[in-house]
């Protein structure tokens, strides 16, 4: 009996999967083109320590009026490179990019093509470790 009941749910699970899946959901559609709308510029910009950073830069080809920034650094890549690649959406949603915003992509330090200085950052980072070692052991000490 326990047989039937397990071929049962497996099989109406099945079922139910080719379903879902030959259900077609309409996607919303969009008039809005970002390569007739935007200018895409890429710089690498220099931080204080002399680390430069990859950023790509969509500017609104409509330059009579101020536009807001919006800035938008990430681990994850600001792909896809090269000004003559546009990415298939801009902002948070669509609405930003109707607006107008101007939107500013970066790599974060160390990943794609934005360049870092690890030697500096690590030895900091150790000499930091180390004093804050030797404060714990001085604090266990006088216990």
Do not use: W
């Not at 079922?15 to 919303?28: E, G, N, R, T």
């Not at 990859?54 to 800035?71: N, R, V």
Request: charged letters at 20%; proline letters at 5%.
């Amino acid at each position: 009996m326990k047989k039937y009941n397990f071929l049962r749910i497996l099989i109406l699970t099945l079922l139910l999967l080719f379903l879902v899946d030959s259900v077609q959901i309409p996607k919303a559609q969009s008039n809005f083109e970002i390569r007739a709308n935007y200018t895409k510029m890429e710089t690498s910009i220099p931080m204080r320590d002399g680390t430069k950073l990859f950023t790509a830069i969509y500017l609104p080809k409509e330059t009579s009026k101020k536009y807001p920034i919006m800035l938008l650094r990430t681990p994850y890549s600001v792909a896809p490179y090269g000004t003559d690649a546009f990415r298939t959406s801009l902002g948070p949603n669509e609405v930003f990019a109707k607006e107008g915003y101007i939107f500013v992509y970066q790599d974060v330090r160390g990943k794609y093509l934005s360049k870092v200085s690890l030697l500096i950052c690590d030895l900091i980072s150790r000499k930091k470790i180390h004093q804050m070692q030797l404060m714990k052991a001085r604090t266990l000490m006088t216990l």
